[in-house]
Structure formats: structure tokens, C-alpha cells
């Protein structure tokens, strides 16, 4: 099951890494987290080597295909994410 939760004060030593989907999450997130932490903050987008978008858009936005297009690119982001964590 996946499920989503707010981020709270524990959560930074217990996770290694806390990504976000778009610029909003990445502000909040470098707002949340002490600055000495930053590297452990990434946009999901960062992992993909299939496109030069760097947010995650909203797929209501999208029109008609906007939640498949959407889809691809978690998708492939997802891939290299797994990727990046098997190498660390």
C-alpha cells in the first residue's frame, strides 16, 4: 500500500532521501530541512534521463492525455530513482 503523510521533525534522521514532485515541494522542503541536509532533497524529475522537464505538472491541467502523459514521467523518473538508490 502507498500512502502519504505530512513530513515531521523526525523524519529528517530517519530518511535518506526526500523527494519531491514539484518546485513547491522543493521550497518547502528546503524550508523544512536544515541546509547542511539539502543534499538529501531531489526532484523526482532529476532521476529522469528521458525528458528535460524538471516538475512533475499537474495532469488536470494536461487536457485529455494530460494524467498518461503524467504517468510516463513518473514512470521513467521512478526507474531512475531506483537506479540511484541501488548505486548508493
Known sequence: MIKSRPIVDNDIKKFDLFV???NSNIKFLTE??????HTKVFRLMDFSKSSDIREVPDPYYGGFNGFSEV???IEGSCEGLIRYIIKQ
Open 32 to 37: 523544512f530541512i536544515p541546509i547542511e541536509l
Open 20 to 22: 519531491g514532485m514539484d
Open 71 to 73: 504517468l510516463d514521467l
